[in-house]
């Protein structure tokens, strides 16, 4: 039972355009959550998070959005470049667990940014 | 760039064979993990450690074990790999939250492809 859901195994977008990541969560207790991106033959990066008191975060093109009520966080690049190509994971964690070793991850989207 | 080493980058292995895949930090954290990526999975928690020779198990732990006798250091080892351990494994570090920093991300090593034949 997959408690954190990246339903879309792939997504392209033209370049300057924007790209709409999704995740889908299912645990009530998650309260914070992050998103990674990975390059090939690279380890994931930490790229953003969001805590649940918050429903927007932003940093630089990226802005996460989360809608507790919904269970569901979405990832908005804005404007897409060519070197955002990469595999995003979305994760969430409990707030009481204090490292990280709570994090679920889904399974993924693989962004494709066309020039 | 977190100071995380994996090693090896890349092994083939066969049936049977025991394999140890090492992790070794520079950034004194005190919690490690072990993580293996599949298509469809993403990314699954093996084991990890809170410090040294404290390790737990995670979602996927059997057929795994680790160990820890250094800050430095967390080894994963596959006693009698199997195919289904054919996979690309990432070593993981955090630091743990205090006071209203409770939630910290973790930081990732480069990750070691393992095939088992």
């Known amino acids: 039972d997959q408690q954190v859901k990246q339903n879309s195994p792939s997504l392209s977008v033209q370049e300057g355009r924007i790209s709409i990541l999704n995740c889908d969560y299912t645990?009530?207790?998650?309260?914070?959550f992050l998103w990674y991106k990975k390059y090939p033959a690279e380890g994931p990066t930490f790229l953003i998070s969001?805590?649940?008191?918050?429903d927007k975060n932003e940093d630089g093109r990226f802005t996460v959005f989360l809608n507790k009520s919904a269970k569901h966080l979405s990832l908005h690049i804005v404007p897409s470049q060519p070197g955002d190509s990469a595999v995003y994971f979305c994760?969430?964690?409990?707030?009481?667990?204090?490292?990280?070793?709570?994090?679920?991850f889904g399974s993924g989207t693989q962004l494709t940014v066309l020039p | 760039d977190a100071g995380i080493t994996q090693s090896p980058r890349h092994k083939v292995t066969e049936t049977g064979t025991p394999v140890t895949l090492r992790c070794h930090q520079t950034?004194?954290?005190?919690?490690m993990y072990w993580y293996r990526q599949d298509p469809g999975h993403g990314l699954r928690l093996i084991h990890y450690?809170?410090?040294?020779?404290?390790?737990d198990k995670g979602e996927v732990s059997d057929g795994y074990s680790v160990s820890r006798s250094k800050t430095e250091d967390f080894l994963l080892t596959l006693e009698s790999a199997t195919s289904s351990q054919t996979s690309v494994y990432f070593c993981?570090?955090?630091?743990?939250?205090?006071?209203?920093?409770?939630?910290?991300?973790?930081?990732f090593g480069q990750g070691t492809r393992l095939t088992v034949v």
């Open positions: 993981a570090i955090s630091e743990e939250g205090t006071g209203t920093v409770m939630n910290t991300e973790a930081f």
């Open positions: 645990n009530s207790m998650f309260d914070y």
């Open positions: 969001i805590s649940s008191i918050k």
């Open positions: 994760a969430a964690k409990p707030a009481y667990s204090g490292s990280a070793r709570q994090l679920t």
């Open positions: 950034e004194n954290h005190r919690y």
């Open positions: 450690s809170y410090g040294v020779k404290d390790t």
